[in-house]
């Protein structure tokens, strides 16, 4: 399909390539849907969101094969177009806390608190960083209100992220907005931990 080619303007090629590049998004497509079925066996996790953003892009790539097909651009059109939605993806993906999104679905889709799906692995989530945090709280709480056994270590892991993330807040270089509005989330929550005269759960 090379631009002012024979093959160009030949029906039967062009219809060809059509189905083939929608096979292929089909292909994508059921895919996505099999990542969808993982991670409602197996709970989300970063690798399982990078393998969605890419199938997203796999997917927008063979829809702009189309468009360069039927629009006649170069292919020097499709290799700019390609590099600008990843850069885009790059760029938003730059603004987007995955630690915190992956932890808080995690923890409403858990089996402690919506009485479906599996367990929470928490461990995977400590992985992840200080900024699980407040998701855990509401696994927490919600365990505790609803008399489920929970992990005992729980409480005191999260108490060490928290001690680790105000010292690295303490350092001028790590310093960050993301972390500045943590940080404004663990003293609100000792603030109320104050008030309430209740600790030994979240001492943070």
């Known amino acids: 399909m090379r631009p ?19 096979q292929n998004v089909l292909l994508v497509v059921s895919a996505m849907l099999r990542l969808n079925l993982y991670v409602e066996a197996y709970s989300l996790t970063l690798l399982r969101v990078a393998a969605f953003v890419w199938m997203m892009l796999v997917a927008l790539g063979l829809v702009l094969i189309v468009a360069r097909i039927a629009l006649a651009r170069s292919n020097g059109w499709l290799v700019s177009l390609n590099a600008a939605a990843l850069a885009m993806t790059l760029y938003a993906c730059s603004f987007v806390n995955f630690p915190h999104l992956i932890a808080s679905y995690n923890v409403a889709h858990s089996k402690t608190l919506s009485g479906a799906g599996v367990g929470l692995d928490s461990a995977y989530l400590i992985r992840l960083g200080p900024d699980v945090i407040p998701a855990l709280d509401l696994y927490l709480a919600g365990a505790t209100a609803n008399y489920h ?20 807040m303490a350092d001028w270089r790590g310093w960050s907005f993301r972390g500045r509005r943590l940080l404004r989330y663990l003293d609100a929550r000792l603030a109320i931990q104050i008030r309430q005269k209740k600790f030994g759960v979240w001492d943070y």
């Open 4 to 22: 002012g080619s024979a093959s160009e303007n030949m029906p039967p090629i062009r219809a060809l390539v059509y189905l083939w590049t929608g």
């Open 149 to 168: 056994r929970t992990d005992l270590n729980l409480p005191a892991t999260l108490n060490r992220l928290a001690r680790e993330h105000r010292e690295h």
